[in-house]
């Protein structure tokens, strides 16, 4: 079993940057994706940014080079630096690890919220 604990969300305004981080817990696996997605209101759960060893980094369209993504996998935590944030990236970011097959794990989600 695997638990996800996220840190780092909140209100910022457009242009500015939030850095969003998750610890987790339990046996992991450096060749699987672990990650961020998100979910606004009214909308499905998107990607957002995935990292692991075999696949790389992985980002939504919609990140542009916005967004970076690290994985520390000694400390089993994964940061999301987010810089020139719009209103558009208004969500609950959640923390994610993935095992095959479509098995997910989830943390609590943190919101992040970005004022015009």
């Known amino acids: 079993q695997v638990q996800l604990v996220e840190s780092g969300g909140g209100l910022v305004q457009a242009g500015g940057s939030l850095r969003l981080s998750c610890i987790a817990s339990?046996?992991?696996?450096?060749?699987?994706?672990m990650g961020w997605y998100r979910q606004a209101p009214g909308k499905q759960r998107e990607l957002v940014a995935t990292?692991?060893?075999?696949?790389?980094?992985k980002y939504g369209d919609f990140v542009r080079g916005r967004f970076a993504i690290s994985r520390d996998y000694d400390k089993k935590t994964v940061s999301l630096q987010m810089n020139s944030l719009t209103p558009d990236d208004t969500a609950v970011y959640y923390c994610?690890?993935?095992?095959?097959?479509?098995?997910?794990?989830w943390g609590q989600g943190t919101q992040v919220t970005v004022s015009s």
């Open positions: 994610n690890y993935q095992l095959p097959v479509d098995v997910h794990y």
């Open positions: 339990g046996r992991m696996f450096d060749f699987r994706p």
């Open positions: 990292v692991s060893t075999i696949d790389g980094t």
